[in-house]
């Protein structure tokens, strides 16, 4: 009996330095009265911090600071790898027989998400049914008048290369574009991702507006930046193809790539291949103390009078990049309401609808500035006109729906501050809970 006292004391050794080393055959941490904390797999413990390292044979004994006499007996060492073993084939059978159920019930599990999802964007839509079918509508001129424009002054620009007309069209149709994908995501009721989405397509407004506003050498720089961007990507993805197990660039294709690239550097310079070189020359002409390497996108935006957007902007990269900011910077959700918003919302569709649609007037309405020097297009002008004034004219109505319908639920949800959040519908939860869950703030 003394001796088994004796060993089991050794195993606990109390060093100088106020580290307590305690032999790796404990692997549930917990404290006893005056022993100080026994760490899982022994690691050392100091006021209760321990030192995360896991190593098991030799560096036992370098990581508790014992002697060679002090070292893990066979049969301990034997138990403690048994020990090991088992729990690396625990955690490798839980994991099968896990994702194995899921499997198996995967048709029943996605048909109950797929039922309260269905009833979710039911509800929503029949909140904010109003701006979002004026938001629709809008979508439908906007292509329309991207589609006039290509089709009735592409074949007075065929003859020569117009790269002013090529980037405001192309731009346009990125515009529509994303304008629909904020669409799906307002549907969906995911409004950060919207918003996330309306910096992109306010990005897009803002460079339609300031190649319009420029002379078509300015165009033909944004229009030729692509190579120096292609080249940038070809040596990154040649860099980690093989991490990657995709297949690499071919030497002809790099030789094309870097011959392109070399090219417009010896046309436009060495500083073309920095990021917004392409409007340099524009910028300088409207602020000459600008310098290169400061010359970013809010240069862009002052440029066309809309830096006021800025503030939005910025909140907008809050839902993108996963700083600090992110973690409560979110729409659809609220504060002083115990819900961690982990899926869609019925709340602030507001903000990024209406921001869409401001930048998708802005990028149509570029296409006016246009300057053919056909006489022959004047009719085509007028009828492109009367399209975009429709869509400025059901833009502001649909604006003011989203406002309306915000300020309604705002007030709604007001009026039940006093009481727990009603979430997907199911009975409201206590006081204080803190719940993830996927659909939120379901306000009937």
């Not at 990269?317 to 959700?333: D, K």
């Not at 309405?365 to 975009?388: D, N």
């Not at 915000?406 to 979430?423: M, N, Y």
Request: aromatic fraction near 8%; charge should be positive.
């Amino acid at each position: 009996m003394n001796s088994d006292l004796n060993r089991r004391e050794k195993r606990r050794v109390k060093r100088d330095d106020g580290y307590y080393a305690l032999r790796r055959y404990c692997f549930t941490p917990h404290r006893r009265p005056g022993r100080g904390l026994r760490a899982s797999g022994g690691q050392y413990a100091r006021d209760g911090q321990p030192i995360h390292q896991i190593n098991f044979g030799r560096e036992v004994r370098t990581e508790m600071g014992l002697s060679e006499s002090d070292a893990l007996t066979a049969e301990e060492q034997q138990l403690v790898d048994g020990i090991v073993a088992k729990i690396r084939r625990g955690l490798s059978d839980a994991s099968k027989r896990f994702g194995v159920r899921v499997v198996r019930h995967g048709s029943m599990i996605l048909r109950g998400r797929r039922i309260r999802s269905q009833g979710f964007q039911e509800r929503l839509y029949s909140r904010w049914s109003g701006p979002l079918d004026l938001y629709e509508l809008c979508l439908y001129v906007a292509q329309n008048c991207g589609d006039y424009f290509n089709r009735k002054f592409r074949p007075k620009t065929a003859v020569g290369n117009d790269y002013q007309f090529e980037a405001m069209v192309r731009l346009q149709a990125g515009a529509v574009r994303v304008a629909g994908e904020i669409y799906a995501l307002l549907l969906s009721g995911y409004a950060s991702g919207a918003h996330a989405r309306w910096r992109t397509l306010h990005e897009i407004a803002v460079t339609a507006l300031f190649i319009a506003q420029e002379n078509k050498e300015t165009a033909e720089r944004y229009m030729h930046h692509l190579f120096v961007k292609s080249y940038e990507d070809s040596l990154q993805y040649q860099k980690h193809a093989k991490k990657l197990k995709v297949k690499p660039l071919t030497q002809r294709e790099l030789r094309r790539i870097k011959k392109d690239y070399l090219a417009v550097i010896a046309r436009y310079g060495e500083d073309f291949r920095k990021g917004y070189a392409w409007a340099r020359p524009a910028l300088l002409r409207h602020n000459s103390k600008l310098k290169g390497d400061k010359i970013g996108f809010d240069h862009l935006q002052a440029a066309v009078n809309v830096q006021h957007w800025t503030p939005y902007y910025r909140m907008a990269s809050h839902a993108v990049h996963p700083s600090s900011t992110f973690i409560r910077s979110h729409l659809g959700g609220r504060v002083d309401i115990p819900v961690i918003l982990a899926g869609p919302s019925n709340a602030d569709l507001a903000d990024p609808g209406q921001g869409a649609l401001i930048s998708l007037t802005n990028a149509t309405a570029a296409l006016l500035t246009y300057e053919s020097g056909s006489l022959e297009l004047t009719e085509f002008r007028l009828s492109l006109s009367a399209m975009v004034l429709s869509l400025h004219a059901l833009s502001d109505s649909a604006s003011r729906e989203f406002i309306k319908v915000h300020r309604q639920l705002e007030d709604e949800i007001r009026a039940e501050k006093g009481s727990p959040p009603r979430i997907s519908g199911r009975v409201p939860r206590r006081e204080g809970y803190i719940g993830i869950v996927g659909l939120a703030l379901q306000s009937a």
